[in-house]
């Protein structure tokens, strides 16, 4: 299946800065990627559509000046959480949605402190 | 994309069938049932889907009901690895676009 390959695994910041995480497909052109965020103990939460050459599509509650994506070519997007906060700490997951099924990243733990 | 209820906790004998169950009521009719599960601390991984006939692959079987409204995946030799959340999710066959999570069904093997 396609592989999806997502850097870092984990990440601690300082309150205050901002923290980009990169979103690879590895033998695949995907003109759409999506990005999830995950609280513990609780389900995935889609926030945002990434489209290639085009600007991202949010979820209703997300803010999308505070997470900014880029999708500048078939393989690679990326999220940056701006000016992050101790309740940004989550874990971030991409994803690749492929003709029958949904390939995801491995996540990325992202602390604020 | 039609709502799915799942338990939101099962246990299973290490060795013994793990039978998780999904309830999808509101099924329309070219809507399949996804499963996909998440390992703690892991991205999720695609397990199996199905429309109507019963399915099996190398990691689990599954069962759908014939009126369609409801499914059980089967873990036929459940191991310790198999500990997850597993996530039931109804969607339309190759449709592009978002995948939305429900709340999922913690399975819990034991020794």
């Known amino acids: 299946g396609a592989v999806v390959s997502q850097h870092p695994s984990r990440v601690i910041c300082k309150s205050g800065t901002s923290v980009k995480i990169e979103c690879r497909s590895l033998?695949?052109?995907?003109?759409?990627m999506f990005w999830y965020r995950q609280f513990p103990k609780q389900s995935l939460m889609l926030m945002a559509t990434?489209?290639?050459?085009?600007?991202?599509?949010?979820e209703q509650g997300v803010e999308k000046d505070k997470f900014l994506i880029n999708h500048a070519s078939l393989t690679l997007s990326t999220l940056t959480v701006t000016s992050a906060h101790p309740e940004d700490s989550s874990f971030y997951i991409c994803s690749y949605r492929g003709d029958t099924e949904a390939f995801f990243g491995q996540g990325t733990r992202l602390t604020v402190v | 994309d039609a709502k799915t209820t799942q338990p939101p906790s099962m246990d299973c004998a290490e060795g013994r069938a793990a039978n998780l169950p999904c309830n999808h009521s509101?099924?329309?009719?070219?809507?399949?049932v996804y499963w996909y599960r998440q390992i703690h601390s892991q991205g999720p991984q695609y397990i199996i889907h199905?429309?109507?006939n019963n399915e099996t692959n190398e990691m689990a079987s599954l069962i759908i009901t014939e009126d369609r409204k409801s499914s059980t995946l089967i873990l036929p030799h459940a191991t310790l690895r198999d500990t997850a959340v597993y996530y039931c999710?109804?969607?339309?066959?190759?449709?592009?676009?978002?995948?939305?999570f429900g709340q999922g069904t913690e399975l819990s093997v034991k020794p």
């Open positions: 199905g429309l109507k």
């Open positions: 509101t099924i329309s009719g070219n809507e399949y």
């Open positions: 033998d695949f052109q995907a003109t759409t």
């Open positions: 990434s489209n290639e050459g085009s600007k991202a599509t949010y």
């Open positions: 999710i109804v969607r339309v066959y190759n449709q592009g676009g978002k995948l939305i």
